[in-house]
């Protein structure tokens, strides 16, 4: 997403897009002074949900959800995949509401670069120094005014007020200067005076990502693909469900939930928006929100070539959150196999339980790379923890809170998480190892030292992507948005040689 007004979504509060008039600060919808919360106080920050008192000052339900967002990003390290849908029905925000919430927030969220390099170049004091609460509103002020149709004394006036709601009267002065400040130029103008030099870095700052990410993405991409690639990456992505194989067909669960049936994966079913928890399908648990591109990935397991006959033994060894591993265990079901999903986290086991009962799934919660099972399963997942560069769509404020340093010290854990499947998965057994990343570094690398290391045989898994194309140029798959729909995600599929003369 480049700066300019490409929001699509018009101020609609209290305040909204007329200017206000001189007697409506500090009332509420009915006009009348709203009363102060907690004990005749406005509540101050940090104080639990700061909503009610925003709302009281005018500002209109769903940029106050925007900032509640905000604000639990920056100072809890909370997601927002899971706080905003959480924060929605809590205030009970739906339809066109809902939707201007959601598009504040993670608006805000995926070019939080660009809106901090805006507000820095404005304000007097440095970042460091701003209360939280109070860069959190300029933030969701600033995208209104950079990235959106919503009038510029609209942001600066909610912007004020949302300032006021939170308890930082003395901090008004300070946020309309800065606001004010920076809707004196053209979205256009702050992207022509804070663009850094250089052609990657340009490109980085034009599409909200940090340089080293782009970075990253160019040395699995052509040079004339990058751009396509961080737009896309910064775009909003479809809602993808996976149909229960052996429970409802993918045609079926596109009928009900009124979707597209998917392109590659045969379980896949894309919604344009709504609430997916909503689906009846879903509901009952004959399906569930899954990227097609981790569709894929659990399907290749079930049907990669293992010389031999299948016992039915199969590993997923990365298992958390468990949604490749009931996918698998779906699969496996109708085969008569059965599944060991290890994870190393007992609250993260929970959740796989919960999403494989009724499935011959067993979950044990250890090491992967020393979990103490018994080896000779037929068929092993290694889905290896990473940077998750490949899904910066799906979590907007990922790339800012991610860090480069930290690809070294993966690398090494999704090698040792390798050789652990090497060990465990039978001579003329199947390896499939995944990363949710595009990144070299976690993908063709570890994959070339376990052939060279490991004595691993490497198969074409291009074979195994139900007619997706254009996946690279090695035996390998490299998905991108850009491309196929899907986040940025990688397998390879491996095998342990029958002899070692093989």
């Known amino acids: 997403m480049s700066l300019g007004q490409t929001g699509g979504f018009r101020a609609r509060s209290q305040s909204g897009d007329k200017p206000p008039a001189a007697k409506q600060p500090n009332r509420g919808s009915s006009g009348q002074k709203p009363k102060q919360a907690a004990g005749n106080r406005r509540p101050r920050p940090n104080e639990g949900d700061h909503v009610q008192g925003i709302v009281a000052m005018g500002v209109d339900k769903a940029r106050a959800v925007a900032f509640e967002v905000l604000l639990s990003v920056a100072t809890k390290d909370a997601y927002a995949n899971l706080v905003l849908p959480k924060t929605l029905r809590t205030h009970k925000l739906s339809g066109r509401d809902a939707a201007f919430a959601t598009e504040l927030t993670y608006g805000s969220l995926r070019t939080l670069g660009v809106l901090d390099a805006v507000i820095n170049a404005v304000s007097s004091r440095p970042e460091d120094k701003v209360q939280s609460g109070v860069l959190a509103a300029l933030r969701l002020g600033a995208y209104q005014v950079l990235y959106t149709r919503v009038e510029p004394h609209a942001a600066v006036d909610t912007t004020v007020r949302i300032v006021e709601g939170i308890g930082q009267e003395k901090a008004k002065g300070f946020a309309n200067a800065v606001m004010r400040s920076i809707t004196r130029k053209t979205p256009e103008q702050w992207f022509t005076e804070l663009t850094p030099s250089g052609d990657l ?72 928006g709504g609430d997916p928890g909503a689906v009846e399908p879903v509901k009952e648990g004959l399906a569930a929100v899954q990227d097609e591109g981790s569709q894929i990935i659990a399907r290749a397991v079930t049907v990669a070539p293992v010389e031999g006959a299948d016992q039915g033994r199969w590993l997923d060894l990365c298992a958390g959150p468990g949604g490749k591993a009931a996918l698998i265990g779906a699969l496996a079901r109708i085969d008569g196999a059965r599944v060991d999903a290890v994870e190393i986290a007992p609250h993260r086991a929970r959740l796989i339980e919960n999403t494989v009962r009724d499935l011959p799934v067993k979950v044990h919660v250890a090491d992967g790379r020393r979990p103490g099972l018994e080896g000779g399963y037929d068929r092993v997942l290694v889905d290896a923890p990473c940077s998750g560069l490949g899904a910066l769509r799906r979590r907007p404020e990922a790339r800012w809170r991610k860090k480069e340093s930290d690809i070294a010290e993966l690398s090494q854990l999704q090698f040792e998480l390798l050789s652990s499947a090497v060990d465990l998965v039978r001579p003329g057994g199947v390896i499939v190892y995944s990363t949710c990343s595009p990144d070299i570094r976690e993908t063709r690398n570890v994959v070339d030292r376990a052939i060279e290391e490991l004595g691993v045989q490497e198969l074409d898994a291009q074979q195994l992507t139900c007619g997706m194309e254009s996946v690279g140029e090695e035996k390998s798959v490299q998905m991108w948005p850009h491309r196929h729909g899907t986040d940025a995600m990688f397998f390879a599929v491996l095998r342990r040689p029958t002899t070692d003369n093989d």
């Open 201 to 272: 870095a340009a490109m980085a700052f034009r599409h909200a990502h940090p340089e080293w990410i782009a970075r990253s993405f160019a040395k699995s991409l052509p040079a004339d693909e990058l751009e396509a690639a961080l737009a896309e990456d910064s775009a909003r992505p479809r809602v993808h469900l996976v149909a229960r194989p052996g429970e409802i067909t993918g045609e079926e669960l596109a009928l009900i939930s009124g979707g597209e049936e998917g392109t590659y994966s045969p379980y896949a079913v894309y919604l344009e």
